[in-house]
């Protein structure tokens, strides 16, 4: 079992920067791959990010590249999402998720992965 707590965000203006991070527990965090969601409301649940348990393969969405890095810190059981530039249109709930098995794939459905965080609201102000 493998509990996950998202932190980090807030509200901020167009052009700044948040970083969010996500705690995990477990034992097994370093087998797992891992990946940042979002769901505006009204909207469906989407994939921002993802990265695979050694860190050395990561995925975005077109809409987040090149603003928004993945990271994670095995030895501390922590992921990250750096969000620069943030548009008025990234506000939304951001969730963690973490996929138990095939660890060494990027998994971009949210139906592949198996654990979630309850979420942290990022709120960008034009």
């Known amino acids: 079992q493998v509990q996950l707590v998202e932190s980090g965000g807030g509200l901020v203006q167009a052009g700044d920067s948040l970083r969010l991070s996500c705690a995990a527990s477990?034992?097994?965090?370093?087998?797992?791959?891992m990946g940042w969601f979002r769901q505006a409301p009204g909207k469906e649940r989407n994939i921002v990010a993802a990265?695979?348990?050694?860190?050395?393969?990561?995925y975005y969405a077109d809409s987040v590249k090149g603003r928004f890095t993945i990271s994670r810190d095995n030895a501390k059981n922590l992921v990250y999402l750096q969000m620069n530039s943030l548009k008025p249109e990234d506000t939304a709930v951001y969730y963690c998720?973490?996929?138990?098995?095939?660890?060494?794939?990027?998994?971009?459905?949210?139906?592949?992965?198996?654990?979630w965080g309850q979420g942290t609201q990022v709120t960008v102000s034009s």
């Open positions: 998720a973490a996929r138990s098995n095939m660890g060494r794939t990027i998994a971009v459905f949210d139906w592949q992965y198996d654990y």
């Open positions: 990265i695979t348990w050694s860190g050395g393969s990561t």
């Open positions: 477990g034992r097994t965090f370093n087998s797992y791959a």
